[in-house]
């Protein structure tokens, strides 16, 4: 239940009053005894019914941006109110402006609290990532306001609150650079401190493998999470764990560019750098227009962006440019990799499905991220093969090159990461050769090694 205070002028009071009734909403009116003078109307309402009767009385004359207080009611108990509590119990209706804008501003922090939890949650992302612990991960994500200028960005966008709007862009902005300065520092102390091996191949720990470079399911992700926290913004519902899931896209990634620097992978730092920001993006994309879809638009766009002076139209106009290019350019590299990472992962399977190699089978494709083209540097494509123990396939790394070059037209480096395993016959345990009958029982792998790949002394936490 929400109980609502308007303050009405004389000439307002009747035009109010005969709306409420119209909606049989029951209320209170008193005079106001302060220099304002007028009268305080003070109704309860169902929370679903919020913007239907606030849609009512703009339309008897009474202001969007009047005098309103917005609280809640334990429950109310007038003449009408089981009625309207059945009328809109299943209706759908979302927070009105104001309200969306103080639930938006209630989930952000102030400046210095804000860069805090970012640095912690930045570092408990680095531990996590180099011990390959997801609980130790999410733990991480949980913790991270990034939630708060995603939600105020769109919201100042869509509404026109141009302050909220630049405030929040600057405090994401400051967001990412915390985070992987954060990142960047823990692990630089962790290296020198001799907690972490010097010589780390860090593409070897899986988490951070997984997010090496832009790809079809980071977009997606992105897209979604801030569709979904636009949503449960506009609705009376909490949105803690659609935080939590804004910052799984984000605060892992930026703690992989900060490790990747401090182990000199400039390659992983670029492409993570690029997923943290297309990811990035991606969500306050998402947020502006689930918001607009909403019907949150109120938004005059040459006010917006014209400014009250000429310098301030400069700096506006410029502002918009850059966010323009780097949207832009961000849109084009991450369009580019998805489509590459499409062919090479068609053409490695039409190598290994081939005749030639009939006993192994792909495990996974991995592409790191090297650039916009045509700036870009060669791509390194890893190929994790599995096969059984006594086969070899030594030319597999050229023939996989050759069939991505041709697919692509790209030159590429191919890097094969072979995992052996043995497989159980009836009665008997066997080496894996070619006489072996498999059952239908699955073995784990027993050995793994590696042919042409970039592992130098990979590190196995405890």
């Known amino acids: ?214 790809s079809v399911f980071s977009v997606v992700v992105g897209l979604a999470s801030g569709a979904a926290a636009a949503f449960g913004l506009t609705t009376k519902g909490p949105t803690s764990l659609i935080g939590v899931m804004i910052a799984a896209a984000l605060i892992p990634t930026a703690a992989t560019t ?49 400014g009250e002076t000429r310098r301030k139209t400069v700096a506006l106009g410029l502002t918009a440019v850059l966010l323009i290019a780097v949207v832009g350019v961000t849109a084009v590299g991450t369009g580019q990799q998805i489509t590459f990472q499409r062919s090479v992962n068609q053409a490695a399977h039409d190598v290994v499905d081939s005749d030639q190699y009939d006993r192994a089978s792909i495990v996974s494709v991995g592409v790191e991220y090297t650039g916009v083209k045509p700036f870009s540097a060669p791509e390194n494509v890893t190929v994790s093969i599995s096969h059984p123990q006594g086969t070899e396939y030594p030319e597999l790394a050229n023939d996989l090159k050759a069939a991505i070059a041709e697919e692509t037209g790209e030159n590429v480096t191919v890097h094969v990461q072979f995992q052996t395993y043995q497989t159980s016959s009836t009665g008997n345990v066997t080496n894996g050769t070619d006489d072996d009958q498999p059952s239908s029982v699955a073995a784990r792998p027993t050995a793994s090694t590696t042919r042409g790949s970039w592992l130098k002394h990979p590190f196995h936490p405890p």
């Open 1 to 214: 239940m929400r109980l609502i205070q308007i303050l009405v002028s004389d000439e307002q009071r009747d035009a109010v009053t005969a709306a409420l009734e119209s909606e049989n909403v029951d209320y209170v009116i008193s005079r106001n005894e302060s220099d304002a003078g007028g009268w305080i109307v003070e109704f309860p309402l169902p929370t679903d019914a919020v913007g239907t009767i606030r849609d009512t009385l703009e339309q008897a004359g009474f202001p969007e941006d009047g005098y309103t207080v917005l609280g809640n009611a334990e429950t109310a108990t007038t003449p009408h109110s089981e009625e309207l509590q059945d009328r809109f119990a299943s209706d759908f209706d979302p927070l009105t402006r104001p309200e969306l804008k103080s639930k938006a501003q209630d989930m952000s922090r102030d400046p210095t609290s804000f860069v805090a939890m970012i640095f912690f949650s930045a570092i408990i992302a680095t531990a996590g990532l180099l011990v390959g612990s997801p609980a130790v991960v999410v733990g991480s994500m949980v913790i991270a306001p990034i939630v708060g200028p995603v939600l105020t960005t769109g919201v100042g966008g869509v509404t026109g609150d141009e302050k909220m709007f630049r405030e929040s862009i600057w405090l994401q902005g400051l967001g990412v650079v915390v985070a992987v300065g954060g990142a960047f520092l823990f692990a630089w102390l962790l290296r020198a401190g001799g907690f972490v091996p010097a010589e780390l191949d860090i593409a070897s720990i899986q988490p951070i493998a997984l997010r090496i470079s832009p």
């Open 258 to 306: 900060g490790i990747a620097l401090v182990w000199e992978y400039n390659v992983i730092a670029f492409g993570t750098l690029f997923l943290l920001v297309a990811t990035l993006i991606a969500i306050n994309v998402a947020v502006f227009v689930t918001l607009w879809a909403l019907g949150y638009q109120r938004v005059q766009w040459r006010a917006f962006l014209s």
